[in-house]
């Protein structure tokens, strides 16, 4: 597609609930990139891919958070056992492998854990 | 602890004049820095970068100055418009290049 496309844009949840976020990044990109953006704070690493495999996923705070990308375009980020805490926008971004080294974001998915 | 500060939560400047945001980072081996621009309920969008290689990379009204010494990049956007009202984050890529680490961000109000 034209962009990164994160699906659904809103997630209200109860906590305990298990949550899936979509992304569908830009057609050809094979670097993809989870970040995750508490209220008043920079949007803070969570894992990249490059391809299918987990490049670097030192940034996931514990093992309720999981992302995967089987087939190296869409991933998805999923979440068990949810806590108020986790409550944040999740942005997904990509980045082709040649060229300028920028990622281009999606809008982002906004969970909300009650 | 913040690898990546931006020290100052907001900004206001009047339209026309020059806006001045700053950014300090730690990590000496940082070789790459990125601005982004947010919107509300809009993902960041890049603005401008620069490489280690260069102290001044300029485009249009915005030009990003980095001093590798002092560990700090400013970026400078003259003239402002109301236009450019938004968040922005200052960004660099850690040294395994598999990351970028944002700051906090300072929100710029331009005002006509």
């Known amino acids: 597609g034209a962009g990164v496309s994160q699906t659904p844009s809103n997630k209200v949840t109860e906590k305990g609930k298990y949550v899936e976020l979509r992304c569908d990044p830009i057609?050809?990109?094979?670097?993809l990139y989870w970040y995750r953006q508490s209220l008043g704070q920079g949007p803070e690493f969570l894992i990249y891919?490059?391809?299918?495999?987990?490049?670097?996923d030192s940034g996931l705070p514990n093992d309720r958070f999981f992302a995967v990308r089987p087939e190296g375009s869409v991933s998805t980020l999923k979440i068990q056992r949810t806590e108020r805490g986790d409550s944040a926008v999740y942005l997904c971004?990509?980045?082709?492998?040649?060229?300028?080294?920028?990622?281009?974001f999606g809008a982002g998915s906004r969970l909300t854990v009650l | 602890d913040q690898q990546v500060k931006q020290n100052s939560p907001s900004l206001s400047v009047q339209e026309g004049r020059i806006s001045i945001l700053n950014c300090d980072y730690t990590n000496s081996m940082f070789d790459y820095f990125l601005w982004y621009k947010k919107y509300p309920a809009e993902g960041p969008t890049f603005l401008i970068s620069i490489s280690s290689i260069k102290d001044k990379n300029e485009d249009g009204r915005f030009t990003v100055f980095l001093n590798k010494s002092a560990k700090h990049l400013s970026l400078h956007i003259v003239p402002s418009q109301p236009g450019d009202s938004a968040v922005y984050f200052c960004?660099?890529?850690?040294?395994?290049?598999?990351?970028?680490?944002f700051g906090k961000g300072t929100t710029l109000s331009v005002s006509s």
């Open positions: 971004a990509s980045k082709t492998t040649a060229g300028a080294n920028v990622l281009t």
């Open positions: 891919f490059q391809g299918t495999g987990a490049a670097d």
């Open positions: 960004a660099a890529f850690n040294q395994a290049g598999t990351a970028l680490i």
């Open positions: 057609s050809g990109h094979t670097a």
